[in-house]
């Protein structure tokens, strides 16, 4: 008969891990505190109307395709998946940059900006192409256990790249503000200014322009429904509105965890929740990290999102625009270096509707907006509503439309919001910044140090941040397990 394994929350990552461990034989339940599984990637419906609370961007699908192939599924059996064209707007003070769903596409874009710019793209995005390869053969799929994970033949050929930055590499091939931005944006998924991460990330720009934006008939929360259904095929038991109260430890090890009052014992416990407070929930002698280990490390933002339900169609809009017609490097500062509300904030407007009719009825928009903010900033209604006037401005102005008149209804989510729902530090929404001294073996360990069979999975540890790395992350702790048991 199997381990019995417990899974705190209902993520990509633990909802990953749950499917790998059902498939190699544990027996698994899974605990999530919401009503709902899916984490930081739950789904917002109301009058008719559908929303992705969280990951709204299918990128990678490789990766997707990768952990369903494990199972010998795919994706077509559990949702349609549609590539966008364009795949995204960038509204700039003085032009509008679209992205294609291809190179030519793209490279025509960049002739028009600036004649000449298609040659160093091509190089750029071949170079990035290698590093996509490096990475996802060869790095993410080490559990962070060891500097020397980082060591093979073909990252000892690129080092340099793990101390210069994407920033400094973006700008040394190309001059216009405009294109220096769009390079730039793909990294902010990381969690981290492009100035303070390694230029081998720059695989992203590969992700974004080799592979596509892609889109669920849906929503992104079709993938945390299959996922779900898979974990169920497997075996898994999942029990919602169950929110732990204390990982139970004795002599060193593991035994289960308290529910709701009740006692659940498991042989080894997987925690998807947020690391930090998932270490909470064991006595002080237990955790392996400190309250200031945590305070000094860099965080991806937290967010300010609006979901709004309109009752017309948009114009002059895509299923994803940015909004990048301010300051970049003001808002970033105001981000990481000098963490407050910020001045003139870019943002992101999302209206899936334009290309799938079930997200809204019909003649209608759903649309939802995030402004990237600092964490643990003070969070009151008066200052979403101040940002979301601030914004709306913005938007009216750049897309020529007045549309606070077609506004149904409208919700907020912000810092608060992030620690009620999902116990997140300080309210991030993405975890930890994959910096240069937070990635791979410097990020929280898979495995607890001090707790033997307690396990972590998620944004927090390895790989880092973002929905294809959180797929890897569940698969990194599965095999871990494995290997120890």
């Known amino acids: 008969m199997g381990k019995d394994c417990i899974v705190i929350g209902s993520g990509f990552s633990s909802l990953s891990a749950a499917c790998y461990l059902a498939k190699d034989g544990f027996n698994v339940t899974l605990f999530e505190k919401n009503d709902s599984v899916g984490g930081r990637a ?16 299918y990128w990678m699908p490789d990766i997707f395709d990768k952990f369903f192939s494990d199972f010998n599924k795919q994706t077509s059996d559990y949702y ?107 990294v902010l998924f990381l969690g981290a200014k492009p100035s303070n991460t390694p230029s081998f990330y720059n695989f992203m720009n590969f992700a974004d322009f080799g592979l596509g934006t892609w889109h669920p008939k849906g929503g992104m929360y079709q993938v945390i429904k299959a996922m779900q259904q898979l974990a169920q095929e497997l075996g898994v038991t999942i029990h919602t509105n169950s929110a732990i109260d204390n990982i ?165 989510f912000c810092v608060k919001d992030f620690i009620e729902r999902y116990n997140s530090y300080k309210g991030n929404a993405y975890g930890m910044a994959n910096t240069l001294t937070q990635t791979a073996f410097l990020r929280p360990n898979l495995k607890s140090k001090k707790v033997k069979n307690l396990y972590f999975t998620g944004q927090l540890t390895v790989p880092g941040p973002g929905v294809p790395p959180a797929l890897i992350s569940g698969k990194l702790v599965s095999e871990l397990i494995r290997t120890n048991n």
């Open 248 to 412: 139970n430890v004795e002599h060193g090890q593991v035994k289960g965890v308290s529910c709701n009052g009740k006692f659940h014992r498991a042989d080894m416990v997987i925690s998807g929740a947020d690391y930090h407070h998932t270490e909470q929930l064991l006595e002080d002698k237990f955790r392996q990290y400190s309250a200031s280990y945590w305070d000094k490390k860099v965080f991806a933002p937290s967010s300010l999102l609006f979901y709004i339900g309109f009752d017309t169609k948009l114009k002059n809009v895509e299923h994803h625009n940015l909004f990048f017609d301010t300051d970049f490097e003001l808002h970033a500062q105001e981000i990481y270096d000098d963490p407050k509300w910020p001045t003139s904030p870019l943002f992101y407007a999302n209206f899936p509707s334009v290309t799938d009719a079930t997200m809204a009825p019909e003649n209608n928009e759903a649309g939802f907006f995030l402004v990237p903010i600092a964490t643990n900033l003070t969070d009151t209604q008066e200052l979403r509503d101040q940002y979301f006037d601030m914004i709306m401005d913005r938007f009216e102005q750049r897309t020529g439309q007045k549309i606070r008149n077609n506004i149904i209804f409208k919700e907020t």
């Open 42 to 57: 739950s789904q917002f419906t109301k009058d008719g109307f559908t929303f992705d609370m969280g990951p709204s961007w």
């Open 80 to 186: 349609q998946l549609d590539k966008l064209d364009p795949a995204y707007k960038i509204f700039f003070a003085d032009d509008i940059i679209t992205i294609g769903d291809t190179m030519e596409k793209i490279c025509e874009e960049f002739e028009r900006v600036e004649k000449g710019s298609s040659i160093a793209l091509k190089k750029f995005i071949d170079k990035a192409q290698e590093n996509y390869d490096i990475a996802i053969n060869k790095i993410v799929l080490r559990p962070g256990l060891s500097p020397l994970e980082l060591v093979t033949k073909e990252t000892i050929l690129k080092v340099d790249q793990f101390f210069k930055t994407i920033s400094s590499q973006v700008r040394k091939s190309f001059k216009n503000p405009k294109l220096v931005s769009t390079l730039e944006f793909p």
